[in-house]
């Protein structure tokens, strides 16, 4: 049974939301504020967290950048800001989707089932060393430069893994979406996930590219 957390100050939204998701089989935990919502993740685990902007004391984005520095769970945001710079803020901060308030139950379901995947904890840096280059392991949904993990979160590794598998080819921000997702929906989203996983691989490995730009064309995986 998929777990989920839901993350608003909205007390009603929780009401709604929970009991959807309970009665469509989910395992349902419910925090009216970022606070008591990292005192649940002390102690459980989730496959995806959906989370509102605009809550008092500590916000969406932060609450999401202090998640992104323990946990690559699924993030959603799920709020009324939809404006160009909020959306780009959300991605910034670590959000792997944006549904916008009002919105429907099934929509937010099926965005919820796009994101969760099992994550399996990795034994191998300890158990198989490995020389500095690029390795993707798609049953733990994540990517090494030799023994260090890039920690994607699972959208990342879903673009690199997908763009590593047509080597060679580019492929639009709109053809990477729909590929993945089978929605046309939030396109930008895909520049700024590649400007993230392209952040990471260069910290872990300033001479190498992986994911290039052609002009026009659009991304394509290389590894020269």
Same mark, same amino acid.
């Given at each position: 049974?998929?777990?989920?957390?839901?993350?608003?100050?909205? +007390? %009603?939204?929780?009401?709604l939301?929970?009991?959807?998701?309970? %009665?469509?089989?989910?395992?349902? /935990?419910?925090?009216?504020?970022?606070?008591?919502?990292?005192e649940?993740?002390?102690?459980?685990?989730?496959?995806?967290?959906?989370? /509102?902007?605009?809550?008092?004391a500590?916000?969406?984005f932060?609450?999401c950048?202090?998640l992104r520095?323990?946990t690559?769970? $699924?993030?959603?945001?799920?709020?009324v800001?939809?404006? =160009? %710079?909020?959306?780009?803020?959300?991605f910034?901060?670590?959000? /792997?989707?944006?549904?916008?308030?009002? !919105?429907?139950?099934?929509e937010?379901?099926?965005?919820?089932?796009?994101?969760?995947?099992?994550?399996?904890?990795s034994s191998?840096?300890?158990?198989?060393?490995? $020389?500095?280059?690029?390795?993707? !392991?798609?049953?733990? *949904?994540?990517?090494?430069?030799?023994? *260090?993990?890039?920690?994607?979160? #699972?959208?990342?590794?879903?673009?690199?893994?997908?763009? =590593?598998?047509?080597?060679?080819?580019p492929?639009r921000?709109?053809? +990477?979406?729909?590929?993945?997702?089978?929605?046309? !929906?939030?396109?930008? =989203?895909?520049?700024?996930?590649?400007?993230?996983i392209?952040?990471?691989?260069? #910290?872990?490995?300033?001479?190498?590219?992986?994911?290039?730009?052609?002009?026009?064309?659009? !991304?394509v995986?290389?590894?020269?």
């Amino acid at each position: 049974m998929e777990r989920l957390l839901f993350v608003d100050d909205d +007390i %009603e939204i929780l009401s709604l939301n929970r009991s959807y998701f309970t %009665e469509h089989g989910y395992d349902v /935990d419910t925090a009216s504020s970022a606070e008591e919502a990292m005192e649940l993740l002390k102690d459980r685990s989730y496959d995806c967290l959906v989370l /509102d902007i605009k809550m008092e004391a500590q916000d969406g984005f932060e609450l999401c950048n202090n998640l992104r520095k323990t946990t690559n769970t $699924p993030v959603i945001f799920l709020t009324v800001l939809t404006d =160009s %710079e909020s959306l780009v803020k959300g991605f910034n901060s670590g959000a /792997d989707d944006y549904v916008e308030k009002p !919105y429907r139950l099934q929509e937010l379901e099926m965005r919820i089932r796009a994101r969760i995947s099992p994550h399996i904890p990795s034994s191998y840096e300890q158990k198989h060393p490995a $020389p500095p280059a690029l390795s993707l !392991y798609p049953e733990e *949904q994540q990517a090494y430069i030799g023994t *260090q993990s890039l920690k994607l979160t #699972a959208n990342e590794f879903q673009i690199l893994y997908f763009l =590593s598998q047509h080597k060679g080819i580019p492929y639009r921000q709109e053809e +990477i979406y729909q590929a993945l997702w089978g929605e046309n !929906y939030n396109t930008h =989203s895909i520049q700024v996930l590649i400007l993230r996983i392209r952040k990471k691989i260069q #910290a872990a490995a300033p001479d190498k590219e992986y994911i290039r730009t052609q002009w026009g064309k659009g !991304y394509v995986y290389t590894e020269s």
